[in-house]
C-alpha cells in the first residue's frame, strides 16, 4: 500500500514549517502569496489529499447526518413506520449523497452518542426533547412536520397540503354515497397522527358528518381495531385508515365480516407513496411522497450547515383514486394536488 502522503512530506519537500504548510493549504493565517502557490504546486507534485478526520476534527465537522427514528420500540413499528421511513431515507441518503454528506440513521436514544453535524426528526411530538437540546447545543436539526410546540415555530420543518387533500378525499366518499365516514387511527402523539385527527374532525363538523374514531390501544394489532369499527351497530360505510397497515386491516375485518368493498364499504388510506402494493382490492390513497420529503428535509439541513437559510419546506401531496371507493368498478385513477 502506497504511504499516505501528509503535511510533514509537504513541508519536508518545500523547507517550509509544518504550521506555515497548514496555513497555505487552509487559505489561513498570514502567508505570502508566492509561499502559498509553492506549497500548492508541491502538494499537487506530491499528491498530497487532505485528512478528513484530522479536518473535521479542526471544523468540528464529520459530514455526517442522522435521521431519528422514533417509533422502533412500537409493536408493530414494522410494517406500521417503516414503509414511510425506508422511502424517507432513501430520498434523503440520495441528497445527501449527491452534496457530499453521510447519512446514518439512528433511534432517538443513541443520537447524543454518534457525531453528528446536524439532524432530521420525523413527526416531533410535544416537547420533543431532541428538538430542544439540538437548539440549546447550536446543532441543526430540520424536522418532517412541523414542531408541535410554540417556541419551535423557528425550526424548518417539512409541510404538506396533507388536510387539503384530507378534505378533498374524504369529500369524495361522501359524494360517492356515504354518510358515516370513520377514521382509524394509532395512539401515537406524534405531529401526522394528530394533524391527521384534527383535519378529520373539522371536516365532520363542517359536513355533518358524525365523528367516528377507531384508535388502537396500547399493545393491540390493527386488526382487533378494525374488526371492532366495522362491527358496531352503527357501522360505518367509508373508513379512511392512518397508514397502509390499517389499510390491510381493514380489509382483512371486511373480508371476515362479509362486507364488499366498495359495495358496502369504501376504503381510503395514507400512505408513503402513490404505487400501488397489489391489495387484493386497490386501495385509493392519500400519498405523502415520504421520499421527496427525506429530500427536501436533507437538502434543508445541509443548506443549514452551510449557512443558509433553506426558505419554506412545503411537498404538495398526491391522491390517487383505485377500486376501493369507485363504486362503478371503473378504478379511476387522478393526481392529487
Known amino acids: 500500500m502506497t504511504p499516505r502522503i501528509g503535511i510533514r512530506d509537504v513541508a ?18 498570514r502567508v505570502s502569496e508566492r509561499t502559498r502557490d509553492v506549497v500548492r504546486a508541491a502538494a499537487e ?34 410494517h ?61 436539526v430540520v424536522t418532517d412536520g412541523k414542531p408541535l410546540d410554540p417556541d419551535c415555530a423557528d425550526v424548518p420543518g417539512i409541510e404538506s397540503d396533507s388536510d387539503e387533500t384530507l378534505h378533498v378525499l374524504l369529500g369524495g366518499l361522501r359524494d360517492a354515497g356515504a354518510s358515516r365516514i370513520a377514521l382509524l387511527t394509532g395512539t401515537e402523539p406524534d405531529s401526522y ?42 357501522r360505518p360505510d367509508a373508513v379512511h385508515g392512518l397508514n397502509e397497515t390499517y389499510g390491510e386491516a381493514l380489509l382483512g375485518a371486511a ?10 364499504l369504501l376504503v381510503t388510506i395514507m400512505c408513503e407513496t402513490a404505487e400501488d402494493k397489489h391489495w387484493e382490492v386497490p386501495l385509493s390513497v392519500l400519498s405523502l411522497e415520504a421520499e421527496r420529503r427525506g429530500a427536501v428535509a436533507a437538502a434543508a439541513l445541509v443548506d443549514l450547515l452551510s449557512g443558509e437559510e433553506p426558505g419554506r419546506l412545503r411537498v404538495p401531496t398526491r391522491l390517487v383514486i383505485r377500486e376501493s371507493t369507485s363504486r362503478s368498478g371503473a378504478g379511476d385513477t387522478g393526481g392529487g394536488t
Not at 478526520?53 to 422514533?70: C, F, H, M, T, W
Not at 374514531?213 to 378494525?226: C, D, H, R, Y
Open 80 to 140: 406500521t413506520y417503516r414503509p414511510y421511513y425506508a422511502a424517507f431515507i432513501s430520498g434523503a441518503t440520495m441528497l445527501a449523497v449527491e452534496r457530499d454528506h453521510a447519512v446514518v440513521v439512528l433511534p432517538t436514544a443513541l443520537w447524543g452518542k454518534v457525531p453528528l453535524d446536524g439532524v432530521i426528526i420525523v413527526d416531533p411530538a410535544h416537547g420533543d426533547p431532541i428538538v430542544t437540546e439540538c437548539r440549546r447545543r447550536g446543532k441543526p
Open 45 to 78: 507534485r506530491l499528491g498530497y489529499q487532505p485528512d478528513p478526520i484530522a479536518a473535521g476534527l479542526a471544523s468540528g465537522r464529520v459530514g455526517v447526518i442522522g435521521i431519528l427514528v422514533e417509533h422502533v420500540s412500537s409493536r408493530h413499528w414494522e
Open 12 to 29: 519536508r519537500a518545500t523547507g517550509l514549517s509544518i504550521t506555515t504548510v497548514s496555513h497555505a493549504l487552509s487559505g489561513k493565517g
Open 193 to 234: 397522527t394528530l394533524d391527521t385527527e384534527r383535519a378529520y374532525r373539522s371536516w365532520a363538523a363542517a359536513n355533518g358528518n358524525p365523528v367516528i374514531i377507531e384508535a388502537l390501544q396500547p399493545g393491540e394489532s390493527p386488526a382487533v381495531a378494525a374488526e371492532r369499527l366495522l362491527s358496531r351497530p352503527d
Open 255 to 264: 373480508r371476515r365480516l362479509g362486507l364488499s368493498i366498495p359495495g358496502d
